[in-house]
Every structure is written in C-alpha cells, then in structure tokens.
C-alpha cells in the first residue's frame, strides 16, 4: 500500500514533500528495453517510487500531453504525484503535481506566477552559485545534478560528487534531491553525503526487473 501524500489545494508541507520525493523516478524513453513507459512505472511504483517526474525533451506538445495525461490517471489511484519537467502548460493541463525546471527553463519567479499554489516546483543546481541563488527562489526542492557523471543526460556541468554534495547541504535548507549516476551500490553514500532524496533513471528504467530495483534503493532509503 502506498501512502497517500497527493495535496488538496493547498501548497505542500516540508515534511509531506520531502516523503513524497524520496524515491523520485525520472523517465526515460530510450532506457526502457523495448518496454512501454506505464509497465515500467506501475513495476516502479509498486516497488516504492515515490513520485515520477515525465521528462521528454523530443516529444511534441500534443503527444507529451498525451503521456501526462495517460501518467496522471495511472498514479492518481496510488496517490503519486506526477512531476512535468520544464513545460508549465503541459503541467497545467494535465494537473500535474510537481514541476521541475533547469537551468535553461522558464525563470522561477515566472513559473510561480503561472502555477496554483498547490504544485510544487524543483530547480536543478549545477553551482554552488545557483545554490546561493535559489535561496531569493519560490523554490520547494533543489535537484543536486549531476552527483555522478552519467550516460543518460550529457548537457551538465561537471559532477558534483560526494564533496560537492556535502557543500549544497551544508548551504541550503531546502530538501535535495540527488540524481545522476545513482544506483544501489552508491546509494547509502549520496545519502549520508546530505541528500533527502535520490532520483534514478536507468537504475530503474533500464533494471531487468524494475520493480526488485526500486525496492532495493527504497529499503537503502528506509535504512537512513
């Protein structure tokens, strides 16, 4: 049974958003091994995702829709929230719970303006710079990226590493998410280095079963 952490319309609690990030599953099309989008997500879920974020950076507006849409009714009867990344339209059309923005987004400050109260919003942090930034941010979580290089986004900065992880926790109070290079064998040490929460792609995605993937990395997450 999952627990209920979907809001009413009210803006997210710091405890209630930080259970709900604890496993955050960010989607890959390409990393699926022939299999469809909502067989790896539901394996994912029933395995202890917490929430899934819907990145598609190829996919025109209506078909990008349509994957929200077809998310949204598959994780709102397990209460799950469903994350956009980048497109605030879509997030709004869709009633997805969650946005999270880059680097090269639409600024903060305007997504906040755009959005009900009650969806939250992630930033991805490349500098500690960035870091000191998000502070004068309507921000609710930091995406720490990448802590490991990985194969699966190319576009970033320099990794962060266990160090680096170390100097945003010690910068900031905002709950981190952590992603990049993450898996079960360097789980316990992203989190023990700071990190509220961790968000895989292949680990889960590309997992020959992907839902003994997500129990692992959640019973490592349950263990802190």
């Known amino acids: 049974m999952v627990d209920p952490v979907l809001p009413t319309a009210t803006p997210w609690s ?29 394996a994912a879920v029933h395995g202890g995702v917490t929430c899934v974020q819907l990145r598609e950076k190829h996919l025109g507006s209506r078909d990008f829709h349509a994957q929200a849409m077809a998310l949204m009714d598959l994780l709102r009867p397990l209460n799950v929230p469903l994350i956009i990344n ?17 680097q090269s987004d639409l600024p903060v400050q305007r997504a906040r303006a755009l959005l009900p109260p009650e969806v939250f919003i992630g930033w991805s942090v490349e500098t500690l710079e960035q870091v000191a930034h998000s502070v004068a941010l309507p921000l609710d979580y930091l995406g720490v ?3 490991y290089a990985t194969p699966t986004k190319t576009d970033t900065a320099t990794p962060w590493g266990l160090d680096g992880l170390k100097e945003v926790r010690a910068a900031t109070a905002l709950p981190l998410v952590a992603i990049g290079g993450i898996h079960a064998g360097n789980a316990a040490e992203v989190l023990a280095a700071g ?3 961790l968000a895989v792609v292949s680990a889960v995605c590309s997992a020959a079963d992907p839902r003994a993937s997500a129990q692992e990395l959640k019973r490592l997450i349950d263990a802190r």
Not at 18 to 41: E, F, I, M, N
Request: aromatic share 2%; hydrophobic share 45%.
């Open 14 to 42: 710091r405890t209630r958003l930080q259970q709900a990030l604890r496993l955050y599953l960010v989607t890959d099309q390409a990393s699926l091994l022939g299999r469809t989008l909502a067989d790896v997500v539901l």
């Open 86 to 102: 980048d497109r605030i339209d879509i997030a709004l059309a869709c009633g997805a719970q969650g946005v999270h923005l880059g």
């Open 145 to 147: 990226s990448p802590v």
């Open 195 to 197: 990190a509220d929460s």
